[in-house]
Antibody
Framework: EVQLVESGGGLVQPGSSLTLSCVAS????????MNWIRQAPKKGLEWIAL????????YYEDSMKGRFTISRDNSKNTLYLEMNSLRSEDTAIYYC??????????WGQGVMVTVSS | DIQMTQSPASLSASLGETVTIQCQAS??????LAWYQQKPGKSPQLLIY???SLQDGVPSRFSGSGSGTQYSLKIRSMQTEDEGVYFC?????????FGGGTKLELK
């Protein structure tokens, strides 16, 4: 059974940094691209970034490029999202998702990030 | 960026009714379209990918169709468990974008 478990969320002040983690199990993590997607409260879904299976290629939504960094450690079956200069509009549930080539095949349960003073 | 427009934003259906949700892309996405269902407090779950391929475990009452810029999700015979929000998503090129969602409720 595929499982994706995010962690690292919480309440942070504007301008601060935070790193999210996503531990994967139930599939060969090192064979698949992985994504981060977020959902602001009562809002729709926003794709953040994709990293390919060996970290060779990374793709970002333009508005988050430069502030957010996606990375992975295949030896630990773990995906990361480093977020810097956080703003109130970054408040959202953050999901990691296994890439199916053109769709998000499996999603984690999500982790809440709240940016507020 | 490719814009995805879903309609309607919300609808209610009776048990056993057939429901259709539409999704329009701002440009040809060559069938690179997926559908997700999200229930309250849960993460989205993949229903359909590649326009019409059913994800494992998804009931056969769900089906997808379309081409070019116009796509649709059909739920044949609405069930209680089908309540939720449905999103379409284009996977042709990044940034991968989603429709605004359709909230489906039982009448």
């Amino acid at each position: 059974e595929v499982q994706l478990v995010e962690s690292g969320g919480g309440l942070v002040q504007p301008g601060s940094s935070l790193t999210l983690s996503c531990v994967a199990s139930g599939f060969t993590f090192s064979n698949y691209g992985m994504n981060w997607i977020r959902q602001a409260p009562k809002k729709g879904l926003e794709w953040i970034a994709l990293i390919d299976y060996d970290s060779h290629n990374k793709y970002y939504e333009d508005s988050m490029k430069g502030r957010f960094t996606i990375s992975r450690d295949n030896s630990k079956n773990t995906l990361y999202l480093e977020m810097n200069s956080l703003r109130s509009e970054d408040t959202a549930i953050y999901y990691c998702a296994k890439w199916g080539g053109s769709y998000f095949e499996y999603w984690g349960q999500g982790v809440m990030v709240t940016v507020s003073s | 960026d490719i814009q995805m427009t879903q309609s309607p934003a919300s609808l209610s259906a009776s048990l056993g009714e057939t429901v259709t949700i539409q999704c329009q892309a701002s440009e040809n996405i060559y069938s690179g379209l997926a559908w997700y269902q999200q229930k309250p407090g849960k993460s989205p779950q993949l229903l359909i990918y590649g326009t019409s391929s059913l994800q494992d475990g998804v009931p056969s009452r769900f089906s997808g169709s379309g081409s070019g810029t116009q796509y649709s999700l059909k739920i044949r015979s609405m069930q209680t468990e089908d309540e939720g929000v449905y999103f379409c998503q284009q996977g042709l090129k990044y940034p991968y974008t989603f429709g605004g969602g359709t909230k489906l409720e039982l009448k």
